[in-house]
């Protein structure tokens, strides 16, 4: 699918981002000293956009569920993110050509040589070759050596289709033998890349003085908040389902960083982490409030017969038909579509996809991802996980702090079991030392195993037990130093871990589709370039107005100073343009920033204070006096009215859209 | 000065900080794994107060003055750092104690023994010690031994004193020397501190996957700034002058933070950086609207003659009689204490201390800080810095960008100079490979060099210039060669590079200060333990508006919900408290959080929609219909009422505050 433009102009990806740098909306930083890969400056107009994203985000999620949002910082000691598994896993596998010093990534190596072959085989069938989109998700680095259009056998197509089918699933040794084995070479040197290295993607650095704190730079937001569950849960006074919230900056050390604003190593963050009882379904209370709202659903059966469109459903129905594993889960893929709408995303380009089984952490029970269509293809803006229970046991387990719910039962509940006595004034005198050791070994034995033990007893007067540590392994334990009974116990209370649904928010991917959903241009009458226009829902756009006098004449200079203050304090951010350029040179220049709507002060305002107010979309003008105008101002910018409204009920104005559209010289 | 609460009660620290964990305004970072020294995490309430801060902060500066915002990574490649000056120059000394270990900072050591031996003197000589405010400033670590009483001699009291008054001054080699010729040792270990090495305070990463790019998280938000100065420029339309703009976390690896949130490793900052034209004495066109506002100014001469109290005085008499170096550094000096005094610090705590000449950068040509009164000493909690052209330059130098302006002169100008001409045809064969050199050299004279060799050049007809790197360094030119003539230029543009006037806010320390600065305690009738009361102004209280439900009764339930869904629409955040606390409890909780005001739904609510509105300082009451309340509420939120106002026209309520003050127990 061709990608287009809010107007279904065909897309100019080369002239949008020369007008987003000329206009700053971000840039390379460090430029003056040659840049350095995937960190990226937001301008001016770049720096409102994101204020203005995430003070919606914030009422959206975090004042709307009274969420407890937490900041935390990014440096983290080594400890915390070696039990999380950051440590051991957040890595990709890396080569290097021995030749010319390149490093590579070895999924995308493989996987663009196998395409790259598969193409040649096309070709030399006679099969026509169209160009796939460019998938940033799939992080490819085009391969430099030209196409050749060599016929493979069809056995070889086929292993070539599976391998590129699990290409995330492989890992070092196995990414290492397909290189090998298809004598896969790096087209820029042509030779063979070194065998993969695990490269881990955390920035390390060392904290404080003696260098002995190793730490890393956090490569999500979502630890710090989970560090805190059991301060959060007493801040709520105990009370559960709650939400914990995190804005903040996240690093990863790309090996190869690309696709602009969409794969960087320094990025913005919005994360929430809802704990929820794993018992009753993972209901939501809220879930009737969106179980009509309609979602594109790309779920793992589907994806597996290849079709990548599908019909909007309901969520209440997705979740009773069990394609969206739980309410809790429903529910904030539900909330993230709505978020995405008010911001002005374009609706016919989100989907969610489910994760496949592979592609998930081995503790997630589901994953939907929210995708953006963009002209780098389909791309994963937000995740909407449920993490189970893994981080909080693994880090109580740790830590021995109880990241954990206590609560009171309604009815007290009645429990049988095995229960284990240990005649104490024996046990400890027979095992001495290793007493202790031998002890929790006992304590440690789950039901079925106790239940067997109790038959063993009873039939040989004595069992044998496993303990590691004590002798060969193997303890025998006697029938006089233990009793193994079923018994019954009453429990007032019932601990459990959380689990947690986890909607997590790449800002910079947002900001980066949010800007592509809302391109056009605007081609003139005199045959000029086209001009192109941002246009943003009024609640978002950098600016909101623009004043511009109609000349440089000193008697507009006070009404200027005097509407910049009468906006201000009512809450609407303006510039004014009082440079030279014309009238419609100031209008286009603004159209390009996305401010919506602009005020003209003429000599007319002067005299009887009435101004025009243009709309950025449809270049129309109405004109009214200056009470009027700020109330129409203030009810577009807060959502309340729309310009088809205002247009209907003020007079219209076209003095000076005439002159707006004469092509004009630069200042 | 002993430090008092608001309400002038004395100020226990203790009590307070205790307050500020249990309700997780902030709390140490990684606490479950043992913490980590200098990090510290915001939990909600923490939040809310740093977002409110900063969207008044951004209000008062940014959009007040159209600043120009951009977002740069903290990632920052070593050539940036280095040419800023931070890689060789940021720095403290440290110590080890060779016995046990420990890291010790070399300045602080000294500073401690020396006044610890004064102290003892003044113990010896029968004078009565009294303990010196803790002052952050000056980051001292207690030293552990206790204080003996021995005499010093006369004069050996003088040079401690002579060293201590210039602490800042010295090198490591001279804290070293120091350290020996006073035989200074760890009370500790008794043993004297390893010689002191450098430790620069910037954490060290590697960017990329080959470990070659070596990098550092920023220490300041400013050179990504400056860095952008020629784009921005640009995106001004050229127009001078401007300022630019930055919040974001910043980075210190501190070698022994302390003293909670005042000296921290990872920390907000938000940066103003003005360019200034430095011709025309760095006027303000705003000057005016701020000149009679009046601050206390510690300057140089009062601080040398060691008074550290001062009348309050006007800016704009400041600025006329050279207190303050220019027009520019007083408007923002003044624009600051506006600031500060909107978010809620008490103003009889500010004060603006400029820096002793060897104290401030060697670039700076003045810097005052805007020091907050806390129980740890005057904070130095924002700088206000003319940084002159420093960073500009060396940047411009460094990378060849064009970091400056060009401006068109209103008239043309004539200069009168020295010309150099050179015989190219000659010149060129003569010198052979180092003409270039050679030409690069004489190009570089200064006018008054010039004048001196057309001299030479009439008396002998030749010239003999240092060429670095020719020959011996010295050549000889003969008029053949070269002509030097004094001759008149007309020029229509002038080039100059921008002064910076820099507003630097660390606002976890501003955060801090303003914690403490509106804490105070309510006594109880029934002699309970005193109560915590936080009276931040409504705009920067975390929350708004407490809800309280009467009881748990199932009638007030729609209302709750109701009330919150109305007062959200009017864009201000309230919480419900439901829990089965009695009224008081609750309002006294949330007192603590700092909530302004409170809204009671009791039976009579259900009936006919009137509610009891409680004002948080006075815990006085009113009572009136929604539509009242609600008009009432956004007045107090937004600053234009005060509570007297409110309570001069509604109805008193008296109903409930019986119940509020009566001992109550927990739920």
């Not at 995937?38 to 969420?67: Q, S």
């Not at 996240?250 to 809802?274: D, K």
């Not at 239940?451 to 063993?456: G, H, I, L, P, V």
């Not at 605007?522 to 600016?543: H, I, K, M, N, Q």
């Amino acid at each position: 699918m061709a990608t287009t433009t809010l107007k279904g102009q065909p897309f100019d990806r080369q002239t949008m981002d020369s007008m987003l740098r000329r206009r700053m909306f971000y840039t390379p930083s460090f430029e003056i000293y040659g840049g350095v890969a995937g960190l990226y400056d937001y301008g001016p107009p770049g720096c409102a956009l994101l204020t203005n994203i995430m003070d919606i985000w914030r009422k959206h999620f975090v004042l709307e569920e009274d969420m407890l949002e937490v900041d935390c910082p990014a440096l983290t000691p080594e400890k915390v993110l070696k039990t999380s598994g950051h440590v051991d896993k957040f890595a990709d596998w890396m080569c290097k050509d021995p030749k010319n010093g390149d490093i590579i990534r070895a999924d995308h190596f493989v996987e663009e040589i196998l395409e790259s072959r598969l193409k040649g085989d096309k070709e030399a069938r006679g099969v026509k070759v169209v160009d796939k989109e460019e998938d940033p998700k799939k992080k490819k680095k085009k391969v430099k050596g030209a196409i050749e259009a060599v016929k493979l056998d069809d056995a070889v197509v086929q292993e070539y289709e599976e391998i590129l089918a699990k290409i995330d699933n492989y890992n070092g040794d196995e990414l290492g033998a397909l290189i090998k084995k298809y004598e896969m070479k790096n087209p820029a040197t042509g030779v063979e890349p070194s065998p993969p290295v695990a490269f881990n993607l955390m920035f390390q650095t060392a904290i404080g003085p003696s260098g002995n704190l190793q730490g890393y730079l956090r490569p999500e937001t979502a630890q710090g908040q989970f560090l805190n569950f059991a301060k959060l849960l007493d801040f709520n006074q105990q009370q559960m389902p709650f939400a914990s919230a995190s804005v903040g900056k996240s690093y990863r050390n790309e090996i190869s960083p690309r696709a602009g604003l969409l794969r960087v190593r320094e990025f913005l963050m919005a994360e929430i982490e809802h704990y929820v009882d794993p018992d009753g379904g993972k209901k939501h209370q809220r879930f009737e409030e969106v179980k009509d709202i309609e979602l594109i659903l790309l779920n793992r059966e589907t994806q597996l017969s290849g079709k990548t469109t599908v019909e909007k459903v309901a969520i209440g129905k997705a979740v009773a038909d069990g394609t969206v594993d739980n309410e809790t889960l429903g529910y904030f893929l539900a909330r993230i579509h709505l978020f995405l709408e008010k911001i002005g995303i374009d609706q016919s380009k989100i989907r969610f996809r489910q994760h496949m089984a592979n592609e998930m952490a081995h503790y997630a029970a589901d994953c939907w991802d929210a995708e953006l269509q963009t002209s780098y293809g389909w791309v994963e803006c937000v995740g909407c996980a449920d993490r189970s229970a893994y981080d909080l046991t693994v880090h109580a387990k740790k830590t021995g702090a109880p990241l954990m719910v206590r609560e009171r039962l309604a009815e007290p509940i009645t429990i049988e079991e095995w229960q284990i006595d240990l005649d104490k004034k024996k046990f400890g005198p027979f095992f001495k030392k290793d007493g202790k050791t031998v002890e929790a070994a006992i304590e440690a034995l789950p039901q079925d195993k106790r239940e067997a033990f109790a038959q063993d007893l009873a039939a040989d007067g004595k069992i044998i037990i496993d303990v590691e540590g004590v002798g060969n392994g193997k303890v025998e334990i006697s029938k006089d130093l233990i009793v193994i009974e079923r018994r019954t116990r009453t429990e007032n209370t019932r601990e459990f871990t959380p689990n947690v649904i986890e909607p997590s928010f790449g800002i910079g991917r947002i900001l980066y589709s949010l800007i592509e959903h809302n391109y056009w241009t605007r081609g003139t009458d005199g045959g000029d370039e086209a001009r192109g226009v941002l246009s943003f829902p009024p609640p978002v756009a950098p600016t909101k107005v623009l004043l511009v006098p109609l000349s440089s004449h000193e008697s507009f200079k006070p009404l200027l100073k005097y509407m910049s203050l009468k906006l201000r304090s009512l809450g609407v951010s303006s510039r004014v343009d009082d440079s030279s350029a014309s009238i419609g040179k100031r209008y286009s220049r603004n159209d390009e920033l996305g401010t919506p709507l602009g005020i003209t002060i003429d000599f007319q305002s002067v005299k009887d204070k009435t101004y025009t107010l243009r709309d950025r979309d449809s270049t129309k003008q109405v004109r009214a006096d200056e009470e009027t105008i700020l109330k129409a101002i203030k009810a577009l910018v807060e959502g309340e009215k729309k310009w088809a409204d205002v247009e209907k009920e003020l007079p219209a104005f076209e003095g000076q859209e005439v002159e707006a559209e004469l092509p004009v010289k630069e200042k």
